[in-house]
């Protein structure tokens, strides 16, 4: 089975097995081990599970996705305040006023 852990973590090193295994440097998303030896030591280890869906995401990542979520309501409150502008200029229309 495969064991996942944060796309930042670009080695690690199993003390139990002697065991060291590379990933990519240039990953993007989580990265995989298939190692039926280290694969016990690295669930107990921390930071490293059974799913990808379930990986922790690196500090960048969580900035980017704040960064994003900070984006998406100021795009909901100019919605919001530019709906309210649109519907009080059609009220003030509606009695002739300008």
Same mark, same amino acid.
């Given at each position: ?10 080695? /690690? ?16 998303? !989580? ?33 980017? !996705? ?6 998406i309501q100021n795009?909901?409150?100019?919605? /919001? !305040?530019?709906?309210a502008r649109n519907?009080? !200029? ?9």
């Open positions: 089975m495969t064991v996942y852990t944060r796309s930042d973590v670009v080695s /690690v090193f199993v003390g139990p097995t002697g065991h060291t295994h590379a990933l990519s440097k240039k990953a993007k998303e !989580a990265q995989g081990i298939t190692c039926a030896e280290c694969e016990p030591h690295l669930l107990e280890m921390g930071g490293w599970v059974r799913s990808p869906a379930a990986v922790e995401l690196t500090p960048d990542e969580i900035r980017e !996705a704040e960064f994003e979520e900070k984006q795009f909901e409150r100019q919605t /919001v !305040a530019e709906n519907a009080a !200029a059609s009220v003030r229309a509606g009695r002739g006023v300008q």
